[in-house]
């Protein structure tokens, strides 16, 4: 009983709170709006990947790992 409640209380965390800017996304009526918001949510995924890679790149070239 217990582990059904842990579960059903990350599942309402993730639906309530962590999803709530993309349900009101969604309810915009303007299309440009929606697309220029996940856009730039692209935008800071892509420019985060890019981060990532120049850390790998730089710990290569030292000889870390």
């Known amino acids: 009983m217990i582990a059904n ?4 209380a990350i599942g309402d965390f993730f639906t309530d709170v ?3 800017p993309y349900h009101s996304i969604r309810a915009m009526d303007n299309w440009w709006a929606q697309n220029t918001i996940s ?3 692209i935008i800071i995924v892509f420019m985060a990947f890019l981060y990532w890679l120049g850390e790998i790149r730089k710990y290569k070239k030292a000889g870390n790992e």
Not at 5 to 8: A, L, P, S
Request: proline share 0%; net charge positive.
């Open 5 to 8: 409640n842990i579960f059903k």
């Open 18 to 20: 962590l999803f709530a």
């Open 39 to 41: 856009w730039v949510f």
